[in-house]
Every structure is written in structure tokens, then in C-alpha cells.
């Protein structure tokens, strides 16, 4: 497909398909959009797919502030194994089964494991110990502890427990669930501390991301019909949907335009609001926050 002229700013929704990474995606739509400009919201294991919500021009400045809303999952966790990545892509460690568990030891645990809690991460996330990656020490062998972080499972709603026989022959439990979540929490480790609590090791087996914040499966398009249609939310849709409004005058939105702290209505929110311009054309002019009556920029879209 060919395509010429500038690439619109605004976000793409993209149902990332398995084996790709959130980089190989952004790549793909450098090539699909013909910019350089582009990034994304919130990474995606190369196992998962699902919503992959991906910035075009001066829309990446909305990514830092949209990585911080609420994600939601369809997983499948296989209890009575464990690997080293606590996936189904890592080497695996343990297997125990699950000779002895019941509903009731699921339903309990899930529970413990719900609301704001302490997480520790997965030793092969991309969280940086002493300025390397962990997945990068675990590569090479090295032994470390992470810190335990606050996350917020806001639901853990299992839908099935099924009893399977492994590749080993292990009797295991494949555990199907939705899970809503903090940015920063992983499912991964949620599997993991789920088989951990029961005694029996854990791990994710399947892993669909169906809601990023607004932006859910019914506004997703794989990456074969983008290269057929590049579908792309304008910037102003995008910011409100996903942020508070705020609709200023005329002087005002020249005001912020430059630099200026203007006074605030008491907007109620301690995150991001959206700021719109007067009608006819309501533009989006801006991210601000309220600190100390006034609007603080985050980032200025004029």
C-alpha cells in the first residue's frame, strides 16, 4: 500500500498479534503511518495479544500520561507447574500438581490476591536493578532479589477451573480468568503468587489485554487491516476520551497557549485533565493538572 503526506496525530488501537513485540508493532507502524514519530502505551509480552495502544506524531506525549490507567486481561493460569519466566515461554522449573486443591483453595487465594497489594515483579521483567535489566541478569545467571511494589487488582474473576494433563503428564488445574489492574502490574506474577500461595507453583499459559483504559477490543484493528486502512483516533477524540474535560474562553486558551498559569474552577481530579478551546472548532489545547488553583502544562498540543 502506498501512502503519502504527512501521518495524522492521533492514537491507533491494535489488537497485537502473538509472537510480535510492542517494539516489532511500533516498527511496523513507522512504516504503515511513513513517520518516525511513534510510539506506544504500555508493553505487551511477545506471548500476549490484545490492545496495544499506539501514538502517531504529537500524540506520544499523551503515552506517559495514558500508561497510567487501568488495564484489563482475559488470562489462563496453569496451576501445579512453575518456569523460570512465569510463563509458558520459560524453562520449566516445578511441577508439582494439583492432587488436593480445590475451588475453595482457588477462590481463597484469588481473594488474598485482589485489591491493593504488595507484587513483586518477574525476575524477566524490564525493570532495571542497579541500572540492568532483570531479564538481562536472569539471562546471565545472576541471583537478585526485587523489591515488592504497590499494585492494585481491582478484579480477579475466575470463570473456570479445569483439570488437564500436562506435556509431562502432570495432572495440573488451568485456571480461567479476567483480571482488571493497575499499570505496573503483572499477570505473570499474579500466576506465579497464585501457585505459590497453593503450594503447587504457577505459571500464565494465555494472556489477552481487552481494555486499556477507554480503549477497548471494539476499536482494536489488527495489523493487516491498518496496512489495508490506517484507522487512526484524531488527538482531541483520543484525550477525551481517556481525561477529564475542561472547556475554556478564548483569552484563557491564549493564556495557556503561552505558558501562562491561569486559575482553575476546582476541577476535582488530582491526574491529567484535557483542556478544549471555545467553539465553533473546540480544540484540544492541552494536559493540564491543578496545583495550587492554578493550571499546570504537562503538555501543550497548540
Not at 490506517?230 to 481525561?243: R, S
Not at 483542556?275 to 493550571?295: I, N, Y
Amino acid at each position: 500500500m502506498k501512502r503519502t503526506g504527512t501521518a495524522p496525530a492521533g492514537l491507533v488501537i491494535v489488537d497485537k498479534p502473538a509472537g510480535h513485540t510492542s517494539h516489532d508493532v511500533v516498527a511496523r507502524l513507522r512504516g504503515i503511518a511513513r513517520t518516525r514519530r511513534v510510539g506506544h502505551a504500555g508493553t505487551l509480552d511477545p506471548m500476549a495479544t490484545g490492545v496495544l495502544v499506539i501514538g502517531l506524531e504529537k500524540a506520544t506525549r499523551l503515552l506517559g500520561h495514558l500508561a497510567l490507567t487501568e488495564k484489563e486481561y482475559t488470562a489462563t493460569i496453569r496451576l501445579g507447574q512453575a518456569t523460570l519466566t512465569d510463563d509458558a515461554e520459560g524453562e520449566l522449573t516445578a511441577s508439582a500438581g494439583t492432587a488436593g486443591v480445590s475451588r475453595e483453595a482457588v477462590d481463597g487465594w484469588v481473594a488474598k490476591l485482589t485489591g491493593e497489594i504488595q507484587q513483586v515483579p518477574s525476575r524477566v521483567s524490564a525493570i532495571k536493578v542497579d541500572g540492568k535489566r532483570s531479564y538481562a541478569r536472569v539471562r546471565e545467571g545472576e541471583e537478585f532479589e526485587l523489591a515488592a511494589r504497590p499494585v492494585t487488582v481491582s478484579s480477579f474473576t475466575v470463570h473456570a477451573v479445569r483439570a488437564v494433563e500436562a506435556a509431562d503428564g502432570t495432572e495440573v488445574l488451568d485456571v480461567d480468568a479476567t483480571i482488571a489492574c493497575s499499570s505496573g502490574t503483572y499477570v505473570r506474577a499474579l500466576a506465579r503468587d497464585l501457585g505459590a500461595g497453593l503450594g503447587v507453583g504457577g505459571h500464565l499459559t494465555a494472556l489477552r489485554r481487552t481494555r486499556v483504559g477507554p480503549y477497548g477490543l471494539d476499536a482494536a484493528r489488527s495489523l493487516q487491516q491498518l496496512e489495508e486502512s490506517l484507522t487512526v483516533m484524531p488527538i482531541g477524540e483520543a484525550a477525551a476520551a481517556a481525561f477529564p474535560r475542561w472547556d475554556v474562553d478564548g483569552e484563557q486558551a491564549r493564556l495557556l497557549g503561552n505558558g501562562v498559569r491561569i486559575n482553575t474552577p476546582g476541577l476535582g481530579t488530582t491526574g491529567p485533565v484535557a483542556v478544549f478551546g471555545p467553539e465553533p472548532e473546540s480544540r484540544f489545547l492541552a494536559l493540564v493538572e491543578e496545583s495550587g488553583g492554578k493550571a499546570k502544562s504537562l503538555a501543550v498540543f497548540t
